[in-house]
Each structure stands twice: as C-alpha cells, then as structure tokens.
C-alpha cells in the first residue's frame, strides 16, 4: 500500500484538524466506494475492517494522521 500511494505521490502527514476533502473529484469517489460496499458480503467487511488500511485507535490526546498529495493539494 505504502508503495502504490508513494507511486501516486500522495504521503502521510499529522493532521493540523479534523475533518475530509472538500474536492469534489475525491467527494465522488469515496461516494462510489460507499455505495459499493452496500452490497459486500460479511467476509469481504471483514477483510476491510481488518485490514491495516483501517486505524480503530484514536481520541482526543492521540495524533491524527492524513494521506495528502505532496504539494498539499488534496487528501483522503
């Protein structure tokens, strides 16, 4: 994952704020895989769920990390 997300020149950077893209292009595309995953099967949510692209920790006193694009342009 690390490799294919370098190749795309996106990189993972500590969050200044909460909070998603705004730009509709990547709006779109999460909304895509929204509706995709209406309809997955309760052995592919768990594959998901697990998987290490998932981080289940988090809180108030805990660092926040973002995967933005190099220049800062964007991020999911």
């Known amino acids: 994952m690390h490799t294919a997300m370098k190749a ?15 730009d509709l292009e990547v709006m779109r595309k999460r909304l895509e895989f ?21 981080w289940a920790k988090g809180g108030a006193h805990t660092v926040s990390f973002v995967t933005v694009k190099e220049d800062g342009s964007d991020r999911f």
């Open 8 to 22: 795309l020149r996106y990189r993972r950077r500590v969050a200044k704020r909460k909070g998603v893209s705004n």
């Open 34 to 54: 929204a509706q995709q995953a209406i309809n997955w099967t309760r052995e592919r949510l768990y594959l998901q769920i697990f998987s290490d692209e998932v």
